[in-house]
T-cell receptor
Framework: KAGVTQTPRYLIKTRGQQVTLSCSPI?????VSWYQQTPGQGLQFLFEYFSETQRNKGNFPGRFSGRQFSNSRSEMNVSTLELGDSALYLC????????????FGQGTRLTVV | QQPVQSPQAVILREGEDAVINCSSSKALYSVHWYRQKHGEAPVFLMILLKGGEQKGHEKISASFNEKKQQSSLYLTASQLSYSGTYFC?????????????FGRGTQLTVWP
């Protein structure tokens, strides 16, 4: 079966711009979690969506937002980009949320210049 | 609530064994193990649940000591393909409403 698909794979943006990343989960999976991965901080949890509702949110500023559609596809948006937002953004899908198997997409590599 | 992984790095020869540990200061409900190769996404290896249920890669074995709030991943007869960074993710909630906290990773290098 198809895995988790993230688009685009690579992005280069300038400071102050905004960006939208997309994640299509595995068919039948209703939970999508987003993570930021950097060499210094590791995997940092951004938020989790389940059935179009945000259930959990990590410690990121309000510039980071997300949403989930009725087909479980999810988007995350970062506004007013800063250099420190350069990272690999990963989404993970699972059937029900934590305590069920979660599978990661290939990620979107965002570079802010 | 970030779990602590040890060791931070391991270097092995093909065929050797390794153990990677993950410990938490909080009572755990589940532990998840992933392997990530450079430039790639983390790959699911195994989930261990409180009560003994496990699901995962048939060639990977792991343990979950609920009392000690620890999990260990056992890599036996290592192959070159085992190289990568191993992450554990932990949950301290018994429902599906919580979130995973990930350790900083253990870098495993297997040499021929």
């Amino acid at each position: 079966k198809a895995g988790v698909t993230q688009t685009p794979r690579y992005l280069i943006k300038t400071r102050g711009q905004q960006v939208t990343l997309s994640c299509s989960p595995i068919s039948g999976h209703r939970s999508v979690s987003w993570y930021q991965q950097t060499p210094g901080q590791g995997l940092q949890f951004l938020f989790e969506y389940f059935s179009e509702t945000q259930r959990n949110k990590g410690n990121f500023p309000g510039r980071f937002s997300g949403r989930q559609f009725s087909n479980s596809r999810s988007e995350m948006n970062v506004s007013t980009l800063e250099l420190g937002d350069s990272a690999l953004y990963l989404c993970a899908s699972s059937r029900q949320g934590v305590n069920t198997e979660a599978f990661f997409g290939q990620g979107t590599r965002l570079t802010v210049v | 609530q970030q779990p602590v992984q040890s060791p931070q790095a391991v270097i092995l020869r093909e065929g050797e064994d390794a153990v990677i540990n993950c410990s938490s200061s909080k009572a755990l409900y589940s532990v998840h193990w992933y392997r990530q190769k450079h430039g790639e996404a983390p790959v699911f290896l195994m989930i261990l649940l409180k009560g003994g249920e496990q699901k995962g890669h048939e060639k990977i074995s792991a343990s979950f000591n609920e009392k000690k709030q620890q999990s260990s991943l056992y890599l036996t007869a290592s192959q070159l393909s085992y190289s990568g960074t191993y992450f554990c993710g932990t949950s301290d909630r018994g429902s599906t409403l919580g979130r995973l906290y990930f350790g900083r990773g253990t870098q495993l290098t297997v040499w021929p």
